[in-house]
């Protein structure tokens, strides 16, 4: 097909009806799976996975769509989905405990929401989350600009580690204190999985959706044989444009670049380690596209949101605390929680604030452990606050430090109630996680 027969066919299909992408399965089944981890002639390794497969089917839809989703859980434990980044209804939201009950093994719930948000999201196990996912149970969700972007290949790519025994089998001890109270369940293999791995071609240009899928590993990610931008973080577009270079993923975290080729060879992506670089995959680049016109890549259209009131926005301070070399550690010892925020562990009767619908928060995140975490708000997105007091990038999960202080600003504008955890799921499961409530 050439360029003028391509453009054809784009703006005769942006005229056609909405339809569903008939790649988006209207079921999704949890269930265990065996899933070639490692390298081809290795054994595979017995997973769980959703519709056969680890990680699930790519869930595809346009801005606005409905998603009708039966979820099956065929796992011998409970279970439930979130939607992670989507700012849906609170009862789809797929938390047990606090939206929902959980899915019992052989039960079923059904989840229908519409896709506020064109962007890149993803879908998770969120109970029991920090095994669940480990053993594979996610997959991506990607919504449809109303007018996608001009590339010649939309390509997920999920970062991910697994810890092996040398067996091919997942190592057990998915509760292992020691890891709870450092950095969690770090693997000592890891990938990048690209959905689909078809040849590009030199001067294609290329989306590339990147997914943190990895429990607690924070991946900083170098990509080689392209040039270009990233035009999204978590999902939301950024207004302006940022080099790709020295691109971190904390666990959850997701960014889109639009780029063009310039490898005849491949794309590589690359993990740079103490160790020296870890190769984490590649793109094989075949020919060359010698029909596209060089353009800018531009900015994406902004998804809606609510316009923060910072002359009345509430102030309040969220402090982590605890792990390993911290006072809470001999509580843990003691069969206690190891981490805790604003000196709570878990989820407490009453939430960490009460908002009215549409307030504005400003939330100082205080990092005062000696470990990063990626802390993540169901439900809603949040302004960064930058150096200049500025609001930046509108995320889903922020990376703080350890020892950093980090503003962010939310207006809280979806009623229900929601999960404000640590996305480092050994954290979450030894403490780090609170509630806030929108009415
Ligand atoms: Cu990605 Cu509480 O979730
Ligand atoms: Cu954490």
Not at 70 to 81: H, L, M, P, T, W
Not at 87 to 103: E, H, K, S, W, Y
Not at 279 to 297: F, H, K, Q
Request: net charge negative; with cysteine; aromatic share 8%.
């Amino acid at each position: 097909m050439n360029r003028r027969e391509f453009l054809i066919t784009t703006s005769v299909a942006a005229l056609a009806p909405r339809v569903t992408f008939a790649s988006t399965p209207t079921e999704l089944v949890a269930q265990p799976v065996s899933a070639q981890i490692l390298p081809d002639g290795e054994p595979a390794t017995p997973m769980l996975g959703f519709n056969g497969s680890t990680p699930g089917p790519v869930l595809r839809t346009r801005q606005g769509d409905v998603f009708d989703i039966r979820f099956r859980n065929q796992i011998d434990e409970g279970s439930a989905v979130h939607w992670h980044g989507l700012r849906i209804d609170n009862a789809m939201d797929g938390v047990p405990g606090l939206t929902q009950d959980v899915v019992k093994a052989d039960a079923e719930f059904a989840y229908r929401f519409p896709a506020p948000d064109a962007g890149t999201y993803w879908y998770h196990s969120h109970n029991r989350s920090w095994e669940q996912v480990a053993k594979g149970l996610y997959g991506p969700l990607i919504v449809e600009e109303a007018t996608p972007p001009d590339v010649d290949h939309d390509l997920i790519v999920m970062v991910d580690d697994w810890r092996m025994t040398e067996n091919a089998t997942l190592a057990d001890g998915f509760e292992n204190m020691h890891d709870q109270a450092h950095q969690g369940r770090l693997g000592n293999y890891a990938r990048a999985l690209v959905e689909p791995n078809t040849p590009v071609r030199r001067g294609d240009r290329v989306r590339l959706r990147l997914i943190n899928v990895a429990t607690d590993r924070i991946f900083p990610v170098e990509i080689e044989g392209i040039e270009g931008n990233v035009v999204a973080l978590d999902g939301m577009p950024l207004s302006a444009l940022q080099e790709p270079s020295g691109l971190i993923l904390a666990p959850a975290q997701r960014a889109d670049i639009i780029a063009d080729v310039t490898s005849s060879d491949q794309i590589s992506f690359i993990f740079p380690t103490q160790d020296g670089p870890y190769r984490l995959g590649e793109i094989a680049v075949v020919g060359e596209n010698t029909e596209r016109e060089p353009s800018e890549i531009s900015a994406l259209p902004a998804n809606e949101t609510a316009p923060p009131d910072m002359d009345n926005a509430v102030s309040l301070t969220l402090t982590m605390e605890g792990g390993a070399m911290s006072r809470r550690m001999m509580q843990g010892m003691m069969g206690g929680d190891i981490w805790a925020l604003n000196g709570q562990s878990g989820l407490t009767d009453t939430p960490f604030h009460l908002f009215e619908r549409g307030q504005t928060a400003r939330i100082r995140l205080v990092n005062g452990t000696r470990f990063p975490h990626g802390i993540h708000l169901h439900g809603h997105h949040f302004f960064e606050v930058g150096a200049e007091n500025n609001l930046g990038a509108f995320r889903d999960t922020t990376l703080v430090d350890s020892g950093e202080t980090r503003d962010i600003v939310c207006v809280f504008d979806n009623p229900g109630k929601w999960l404000l955890h640590c996305h480092m799921l050994g954290h979450q499961a030894a403490g780090m996680k609170t509630w806030v409530k929108v009415t």
